[in-house]
């Protein structure tokens, strides 16, 4: 698929991670949870059930002026619709400090992850981003993510979420459970996928997935976005680069 790199970000830029709940969320997308107000018993009292937590949405199966980002889907892109995608992804964990170098976005598409069978102590990282804003001297329909905007947070085992379409977000990161030792196969972790495709009836390659990154494939760079998960963190990571001097 087509992407784009960022030649104007000023670097370096540190995020610290925070907790994902709704309200923290609500500009990006959905955190999908039991909880709260709004529960209703279900299956003759056996379980509280807790509806419409988050829409799935389909911009490419018909005309629908709600799209916040002007970029109306035309004939061509609904014919044939796209179709809706339950698929399953197995993610290895990865370590912080974290190295954010590309974001991508589903235009046309809400995109919903469900970890499954987790161990209670398991944290995945959600890393998501503003678009920069429209302006008519720039005369295009890309709206790359704004570096200076990204946020990230720490997801439960319990915790599902969905991302608006046309919101920027990072691919699925997987960081483990604290009380496994598990390697290779064994600590992969199994994640629930909802998003409406196209893939081989694209009319656009990117129609489905755009990418950007902030550091050429393939290319280290340590002055890129960095994930810290507290100050502690930061501050022994740049102790350690220090000694390296």
């Not at 199966?61 to 809706?84: G, H, I, K, V, W």
């Not at 302006?135 to 329909?141: F, G, K």
Request: charge should be negative; glycine fraction near 6%; charged fraction near 25%.
């Amino acid at each position: 698929m087509p992407t784009h790199k960022d030649n104007q970000m000023t670097r370096p830029i540190v995020v610290r991670t925070e907790p994902l709940t709704r309200e923290a969320f609500a500009e990006f997308g959905h955190v999908i949870e039991a909880g709260g107000a709004g529960g209703a018993s279900a299956n003759q009292g056996t379980a509280t059930r807790f509806n419409f937590l988050a829409p799935l949405v389909n911009l490419r199966a018909r005309r629908d002026t709600s799209n916040s980002f002007n970029e109306f889907p035309t004939d061509r892109l609904r014919d044939p619709p796209a179709r809706e995608n339950v698929c399953v992804f197995k993610v290895r964990p990865r370590s912080m400090p974290f190295q954010v170098k590309l974001l991508e976005r589903h235009k046309y598409s809400t995109q919903l992850f469900c970890p499954m069978g987790a161990d209670p102590t398991f944290r995945y990282l959600v890393i998501v981003s503003k678009a920069i804003p429209y302006s008519p001297q720039h005369n295009t329909t890309f709206y790359p993510p704004d570096p200076h905007s990204i946020r990230a947070f720490i997801a439960t085992a319990n915790q599902a979420i969905s991302y608006h379409p046309g919101t920027w977000h990072h691919p699925l990161i997987s960081l483990g459970s604290a009380n496994s030792s598990a390697s290779g196969a064994e600590a992969l972790q199994d994640f629930l996928c909802i998003v409406f495709e196209r893939r081989v009836n694209q009319a656009l390659d990117d129609e489905d997935t755009e990418e950007i990154f902030f550091v050429e494939p393939g290319m280290e760079d340590d002055d890129g976005i960095l994930v810290y998960s507290d100050e502690k963190e930061e501050k022994g990571v740049l102790l350690l680069e220090m000694a390296k001097l």
